[in-house]
């Protein structure tokens, strides 16, 4: 579990243990339910949650009122995966047979390749990844079926998705309700931390029927977790740490498979990113065998004051709270701490500078002419 003197809210640690061991969630009161069902759906894990209980015939077995919840959530994802399907099967037709690789990612390749992970997932947009040489004939191809940016661009913005981000801004379609996240690469390009995307694509496995392919078991898992603990702040990112359990879990069955984890972390520099990966899915969720791959990863771990500062941060920025409260001082701390973190990972400081700059001149310009503070994803 977190460190010692992160005070964890008592529906968030019974949603954490019924992950853990689903015979827990028998236990519950309805009143213990009511806290559990709501900081679960704040951090996007009701339907995750229910297919995990239901794989363990659990789900049948607790209060119907509490059942109710999510019998309603399912419907819920139900819709919504018809709908990434959808999307999924649009976007193959048009982008699909062009002489790249079309390389599903996160949830619509868990989708694509039926894993247990896609399960109960909610889903908001779909992600793909072509090579860079081929982002901006793709974007040419989408905006000529209509896909158009969700948000207006001044030429800072441009610049900044162009040349040092990892992904366009998210694509929208007035006949689809989900968004696209069109990337050429995991991390940015200027990061700290930059992974080989030659041999992410090669190394990418077809998905039969389809045109998309999926990355490698590996790579999976660290893309993961290069996307909480390298290009993230942490905050609300409980559901993501929880892909890595479900990954981990499921991966676990195949013969050699840590040693290949490690092996492919050291072939994309993303070792720390996975330590933490397993440190963190380890002791909010009980991955089993986290502690064996820690060991194996010895030579990427952090020292031991960076491993206990980022265990009370972490936990803090990771964990709901009850929606009852307002985030404690010590959580927007840790959240503010986190994200200069993030930006030092993300800009070599060079960029980090001018980035800080034109965004704070940005924001005093926009908040006197009240109006929006421009694209998040900008940092």
Not at 53 to 58: I, T
Not at 122 to 143: C, S
Not at 163 to 177: I, K, N
Request: aromatic letters at 6%; charged letters at 25%; hydrophobic letters at 45%.
């Amino acid at each position: 579990m977190p460190a010692p003197g992160v005070r964890i809210d008592p529906s968030v640690r019974l949603l954490l243990e019924c992950f853990r061991a689903p015979s827990a969630a028998l236990g519950g009161t309805e009143c213990e339910w009511d806290g559990v069902v709501r900081v679960a759906r704040a951090a996007r894990l009701l339907g995750p949650l229910g297919a995990r209980l239901a794989a363990q015939g659990v789900l049948e077995r607790i209060p119907p009122p509490v059942r109710a919840h999510f019998d309603s959530e399912q419907a819920l994802v139900a819709h919504r995966t018809q709908m990434a399907r959808r999307l999924l099967g649009e976007l193959g037709r048009l982008l699909g047979g062009r002489g790249f690789p079309l390389v599903a990612l996160k949830g619509g390749a868990y989708l694509l390749q039926g894993r247990a992970c896609a399960r109960g997932r909610l889903f908001n947009d779909v992600d793909l990844m072509v090579p860079r040489a081929h982002l901006d004939a793709v974007e040419g191809v989408l905006r000529e079926a209509g896909w158009e940016f969700a948000e207006s661009l001044d030429a800072y913005d441009e610049r900044y998705y162009r040349e040092w981000s990892h992904e366009l801004p998210p694509l929208e379609h007035p006949e689809h309700p989900l968004q696209l996240d069109l990337h050429h690469s995991l991390l940015p390009p200027v990061g700290r931390v930059r992974p080989n995307d030659a041999a992410l694509c090669a190394d990418s496995v077809a998905v039969e029927g389809t045109p998309f392919r999926v990355l490698a078991p590996a790579d999976q898992v660290l893309h993961v977790c290069a996307h909480v603990f390298q290009d993230s702040d942490l905050a609300e990112m409980l559901r993501d740490v929880s892909d890595v359990d479900a990954l981990l879990r499921e991966y676990a069955t195949r013969a050699g498979f840590a040693d290949e984890l490690v092996a492919r972390a050291r072939v994309h520099g993303l070792g720390r990113a996975l330590w933490y990966g397993a440190e963190f899915s380890g002791a909010l969720f009980g991955t089993p065998g986290a502690d064996a791959l820690k060991a194996a990863l010895a030579f990427a771990a952090p020292g031991a004051a960076a491993r206990r500062a980022m265990a009370r941060l972490g936990a803090r920025a990771l964990l709901p709270e009850s929606p009852d409260r307002l985030p404690s001082l010590a959580r927007r701390g840790a959240r503010q701490l986190l994200f200069l973190r993030y930006l030092f990972l993300r800009f070599p400081l060079r960029l980090l500078v001018l980035h800080a700059a034109y965004k704070g001149a940005r924001r005093v310009r926009r908040g006197r002419e009240g109006g929006a503070a421009g694209p998040e994803q900008a940092g």
